[in-house]
């Protein structure tokens, strides 16, 4: 989903009611992802929210429920993420000696 800022919105707030949303991070995603709009709304709130990526990957939150479920992921970015995305591009760049490197001084 879109919103990486806060006041920013690209869904309804009956689209998170209705789908399963999955989260990168809830901390940063109640205040600058889609889903600030569904705590203004009393849909989300810290004590009941979307469950993270890692939760759902490792197993410990639900999946959706069939394949026809609409899933959402309010995808706010991590550094950390992008981080391991760019030391997985290095590696592979690396291993296939693709690219150049250069040195910044």
């Known amino acids: 989903m879109g919103a990486d800022t806060a006041g920013k919105q690209e869904h309804e707030v ?8 999955v989260v ?12 600030q709009h569904a705590v203004r709304a ?3 709130s810290d004590a009941d929210h ?8 490792s197993e410990l939150a639900p999946a959706r429920s069939d394949p026809q479920q609409l899933t959402l992921f309010d995808a706010t ?4 993420q992008d981080l391991a995305a760019a ?11 693709a690219g150049r490197i250069i040195h910044l001084d």
């Open 77 to 80: 970015g991590l550094a950390l």
């Open 87 to 97: 030391e997985l591009a290095a590696h592979l760049a690396e291993e296939r000696q």
């Open 42 to 44: 009393g849909l989300f």
């Open 50 to 57: 979307p469950h993270s990526m890692g939760e759902v990957i």
């Open 14 to 21: 009956a689209t998170l009611r209705d789908a399963l949303v």
């Open 24 to 35: 990168d991070d809830w901390a940063q995603a109640r205040l600058l992802g889609e889903s």
